[in-house]
């Protein structure tokens, strides 16, 4: 069982940059994608960013590319979103996911989940 806390969420303006975690506890982000989505009030959770399964190719979303940053540290068993020039269409709750098996932008293909946390950006 992988338990998985995401961190680092808050309130910002336009323009800010803000880094969020992923720790996780129990197995690690050894094997399966790891990925980070976001649902926003109203709206399907959407895909923003992630690792493939071996970890070493990375995917973004049209939306977030060129801005958003993942990253990991497997000694400290932690991924990091850094998000940089946020507007205020960012603004959901983001989390993240590991143990994809298939298509990385799929929700679906992820048993593993955090319970979040909120990003708020304000105009």
């Known amino acids: 069982q992988v338990q998985l806390v995401e961190s680092g969420g808050g309130l910002v303006q336009a323009g800010d940059s803000l880094r969020l975690s992923c720790a996780a506890s129990g197995r690690t982000f050894s094997s399966g994608s790891i990925g980070w989505f976001r649902q926003a009030p109203g709206k399907e959770r959407e895909f923003v960013a992630a690792?493939?399964?071996?970890?070493?190719?990375?995917y973004y979303a049209d939306s977030v590319k060129g801005r958003f940053t993942i990253s990991r540290d497997n000694a400290k068993n932690t991924v990091y979103l850094q998000m940089n020039s946020l507007k205020p269409e960012d603004t959901a709750v983001y989390y993240c996911?590991?143990?994809?098996?298939?298509?990385?932008?799929?929700?679906?293909?992820?048993?593993?989940w955090g319970r979040g946390t909120q990003l708020t950006v304000s105009s």
């Open positions: 690792f493939s399964w071996g970890g070493t190719t990375t």
């Open positions: 996911a590991t143990g994809g098996s298939g298509p990385v932008a799929n929700p679906l293909d992820y048993p593993y």
